[in-house]
């Protein structure tokens, strides 16, 4: 079945960088939209950023001009950079083809000094 990896997760202080990655397998990776959602605890999951086949981005006002998708079709893998980090985009990021309706399982990011 289909499967969606994240990587990269962790602790960083205020102002910090991460760079999160979900490898896709057994999935036409260059056919899908791909996406980053997050939860935080006691929230409802929220859109971070989209990427379209065609390399189109959509970004959440919260994490726009801070955060950037890219995609690797050539390696399965999608990418959310994040730099400008807050206390507040602590959650759990999630890696989705969202109109397949396929879903990692998440890595945690928590920015805390």
Do not use: H
Not at 43 to 68: C, H, M, P, W
């Amino acid at each position: 079945q289909v499967q969606l990896v994240e990587y990269g997760g962790g602790l960083v202080q205020p102002g910090g960088s991460l760079r999160l990655s979900c490898a896709a397998s057994r999935l036409r990776f260059e056919l899908y939209r791909m996406g980053w959602y997050r939860q935080a605890p006691g929230k409802q999951r929220e859109l971070v950023a989209t990427i379209t086949r065609d390399y189109n981005t959509n970004y959440s006002d919260s994490v726009k001009g801070r955060f950037t998708i890219s995609r690797d079709n050539a390696k399965n893998t999608v990418y959310l950079q994040m730099n400008s980090l807050k206390p507040e985009d602590t959650a759990v990021y999630i890696c989705s083809a969202p109109g397949a309706n396929y879903w990692g399982q998440g890595t945690q990011v928590t920015v805390s000094s």
